[in-house]
């Protein structure tokens, strides 16, 4: 059961360029403007700079051993099964909060134009899970098609931020400014701005899949990442400078606020032409998160953790489509679970805007994740020495464990600030890792039974399971 190794670098850094910015930067940099004003530069910068810092013992970690669901087999071997079964559901849960973040602003756009052809009344909610129902079907057709697609999308997307930033920003009579925090809304639009610098990882995801994996992952996520900073870098300060100030608050309640914006200065042709990346954007994140996510279900399947069912491959499309199927699926009930909860009004009681409770969710789980990653590296030059001598990618001690205190600190702490900022995210994960627990005792007493050692049947270093 070993997946295909067949993406290039050139779709390596698509994979990268569209699971980091995606939908999210047309979504969710108008509420962090909102919050945050001249000083949302600071917002993206501390994100940006604390999401690359706490990817980097990741980094580490793959390019020592390139495996599919690595956020489990690195954490299940160097920590122990249970920490691999946590951050890999963590992963899941937060990655694909991620995906709703996308399906909802996408919702956003388009159900007012779909309206009139659907039975009955949708809530974005809903519409967002038919659109994903809909990428799922797509999904299937392979993923050697679906990886040129995303560089072709992925480069329409850059193309089109591109003339909002430079053409737009730079009309006569927008000013860029840039300011230290003036509101009370700064530490929200930091957390908001996590959201849209989520999405490294994903490539890390990818070892088994790569060509050259130990030289093209850490080369993916430098070139991704160079994209992504110049990219967020001008659009923020462009719509900042072309809404103005004053305005922020009330523009980012508008549909589209990001694209509404760009009708206040360029023509219908260049609007279309921007629309088309907010969907091409969607559509880069649905790929990569779908690509990557399903495989550390795939990961836990394939060291028994869970049936072995979701660790089959796909013969036509070398995909573990049981796996994907599973983290639709999972999308979907977030979705319809964000439905009921903004019917009932919880959603109002937590946060301004609804697409933020999705962003919110999302921040928690990678942040989780990578905590417990950033501890297992650790312990990377100990547990596997030749592997991490060889690596592509290679800190020393020293400079590994700074690294990783700094992630483990860092991203801890976001976690508890989220979670003081917004209690129902928190209790949502507590409950959520409650039941992962308890599983993980009940899947253990099971396969001892059988004789078998939970989270000892998968050799990650020469690919073979064990007898």
Known sequence: MKLEGKIGLAGGVALVVGGVIGMGVYALIPNIAAKAGYASWLSIAIALGVSILGVLPVIQISS?????????????????????????????????????????????????????????????HLFAALIIAAFYVFYLTGLRMLTSVQIIMCAQLLIALSIYAVVIGFKEGVEFHFTLPQTSGFTQSIILAFNVCLGFQIIAELGEEMKDPKRNIPLSLLI???????????????????????????????????????????????????????????LT??????????????????????????????????????????????????????????????????FQLTIDYYGFLAVCGIMLMTTLTSIAAMRLPKLYPAQYMASYFRMKPLLLNIVCVFSILTSGGFVALLCTEATLVGLIYLVFTAMVVSYYFYRKHYLAKQGVKIGQCYDIVTGQLKA
């Open 285 to 350: 994140s649905f790929n990569a998160g779908a690509i990557a996510l399903p495989r550390e279900i795939f990961s836990m399947a394939r060291d028994k953790t869970l049936p072995a069912i979701f660790g089959k491959v796909n013969a036509k499309t070398q995909s573990p489509n049981w796996a994907v199927t599973v983290f639709f699926a999972f999308v979907i009930f977030n979705l319809a679970l964000g439905h009921y909860l903004d019917s009932t009004g919880y959603l109002n009681d937590y």
């Open 64 to 124: 020592a051993i390139p495996v599919a669901g690595g956020g489990y087999l690195w954490n299940s071997r160097m920590l122990s099964p249970l920490a691999g079964l946590l951050a890999s559901f963590w992963a899941v849960l937060g990655g694909g909060a991620s995906v709703c973040v996308v399906a909802y602003a996408l919702s956003e756009l388009l159900l007012p134009l779909a309206s009139p052809y659907l039975p009955g009344t949708w809530s974005i």
């Open 224 to 282: 991704g990442g160079v994209c992504i900073l110049v990219a967020y870098i001008g659009v923020t300060m462009a719509y900042i400078g072309i809404v103005g100030i004053d305005n922020l608050e009330a523009f980012s309640k508008v549909d589209s606020p990001l694209l509404t914006s760009s009708k206040l200065v360029v023509s219908p042709f260049w609007v279309q032409f921007i629309g088309l990346g907010a969907i091409f954007a969607a």
